[in-house]
């Protein structure tokens, strides 16, 4: 099983880790290669005086692995400009 988790750096007030993508049954000794899909909504948060869903310029850490503990995960970075 592969999972896919987004986090916006030196964002205090977000989550430590969101599952960003449903996850991917891999049968054990495996590989595959799949592309992501990848869509805005999993960047996007509520602003506070709005209320509206907006999608914040930074940094943002895609994590991807077998569960959701920091050891099990790997990780890659997307700027958003």
């Not at 595959?32 to 209320?51: D, H, I, Y």
């Not at 999608?55 to 895609?62: D, H, K, Q, R």
């Amino acid at each position: 099983m592969v999972q896919v988790y987004v986090r916006k750096v030196n964002d205090a007030d977000g989550p430590l880790k969101t599952l960003g993508l449903p996850r991917v049954d891999v049968a054990a000794e495996r590989s595959f290669k799949r592309r992501l899909l990848f869509l805005p909504v999993l960047l996007s948060s509520s602003t506070r005086s709005k209320g509206a869903m907006t999608i914040a310029s930074g940094t943002y850490e895609l994590w991807y692995g077998s569960s959701s503990a920091t050891k099990d995960l790997k990780m890659a970075k997307v700027d958003i400009h």
